[in-house]
């Protein structure tokens, strides 16, 4: 059954300016390191999972995003830093406990708006693909499924603004696309499901796999950038 994701309004440009950041501004790893952008970014999403109810499929609501500032960043790909993982969901559970780990958000960054539409740049690669259910099953086990949001950002040649869409054809209820200044964004979503069961020995364990079986909510991205 579809995962409904819900992206509420004030996490929206937590998202969107550290895609900025890492890819405009340039990085050091020391004062006199080699400079680097067009960078990708990592971070987490907190919230809550309302489970399947009263006709209603599995919600995924994020309320805030954090930035991981230790995670390895290419211009190809993002590592994050475990410790940095399980140091920020212990914390959260220590002093906001209301609130879980519930995915996962990451860029990717591309020169051109051909380079994003030829190699289809605003979708998972398959190492994405197999690293939303390591995370699910390492850091978040309990949960039936987790949300995983992917931010591609790509440069424009000329100034311009177009209003928020939904991304074409069969991918329409999974992301969204919009144009701000000299800056085109992809925005597109994945889960991760657990299947719960019961093994030989008698107790409970579960399979994590990735779903492109998702709706993507974000009320704000209209209202925002009309």
Not at 6 to 11: A, F, K, T
Not at 83 to 89: A, F, G, P, T, V
Not at 151 to 170: D, H, N, V, Y
Not at 191 to 199: I, L, M, Q, W
Request: glycine fraction near 4%.
């Amino acid at each position: 059954m579809t995962t409904k994701i819900i992206i509420e309004d004030h996490v929206v440009p937590q998202l969107l300016t550290s895609a900025i950041e890492a890819y405009e501004i340039k990085h050091k790893a020391h004062l006199n390191g080699k400079e680097k952008s067009a960078i990708e970014t990592y971070g987490l999403l907190w919230g809550y999972v309302l489970p399947e109810r009263h006709g209603q499929n599995k919600r995924i609501v994020s309320t805030i995003a954090t930035i991981e500032t230790s995670a390895l960043r290419h211009e190809d790909w993002v590592k994050p830093n475990l410790e940095s993982l399980i140091m920020k969901k212990d914390f959260f559970q220590k002093y906001w406990s209301h609130l879980e780990l519930v995915g996962t958000f990451h860029s990717h960054p591309y020169k051109t708006l051909s380079e994003v539409n030829h190699l289809q740049g605003w979708r998972a690669s398959n190492a994405d693909l197999n690293h939303f259910p390591w995370i699910h099953k390492n850091l978040s086990p309990e949960l039936p499924c987790m949300a995983h949001i992917i931010i591609t950002i790509a440069a424009l040649k000329s100034k311009g603004s177009a209003f928020p869409q939904s991304l074409a054809g069969g991918e329409s209820s999974t992301g969204f696309v919009l144009s701000s200044d000299y800056r085109k964004f992809w925005i597109k979503g994945y889960s991760s499901e657990a299947e719960f069961f019961v093994n030989d020995d008698d107790k409970k364990d579960a399979n994590y796999e990735s779903s492109y079986d998702i709706r993507l909510d974000i009320p704000s991205l209209e209202k925002r950038f009309r």
